[in-house]
């Protein structure tokens, strides 16, 4: 069994950076696949960003290319999310998951889900 916990929502200024972090215990998560996602209000989870294990592989959202970048640290079980230009649409709160399969980007494919945190962004 894995667990995952997020932690560095919250609220900043458009324009912004924030970088969050995903702890994984319980079982190492440095053989799956790792992704992020994030739901807005009233909305339904999108995919953010996901990495291999390895790490030599990632794939963005259109939205946050160029301005999010996935990374992972296997020795210490976490995978992070720094976000640069955060924009008033990028308010969600952001899961992380991990995947014992092959990387992909829709939620169905991850089988282990963290709580999620809170990222506001104002304009």
């Known amino acids: 069994q894995v667990q995952l916990v997020e932690s560095g929502g919250r609220w900043v200024q458009a324009g912004g950076s924030l970088r969050l972090s995903c702890a994984g215990s319980?079982?190492?998560?440095?053989?799956?696949?790792m992704g992020w996602f994030r739901q807005p209000p009233g909305k339904e989870r999108d995919f953010v960003a996901a990495i291999s294990w390895s790490g030599g592989t990632t794939y963005y959202a259109d939205s946050v290319k160029g301005r999010f970048a996935i990374s992972r640290d296997n020795a210490k079980n976490t995978v992070y999310l720094q976000m640069n230009s955060l924009k008033p649409e990028d308010t969600a709160v952001y899961y992380c998951a991990a995947s014992r399969g092959v990387l992909g980007t829709a939620p169905r494919m991850y089988d282990y889900w963290g709580q999620g945190t809170q990222v506001t962004v104002s304009s």
């Open positions: 319980g079982r190492t998560v440095s053989s799956y696949a």
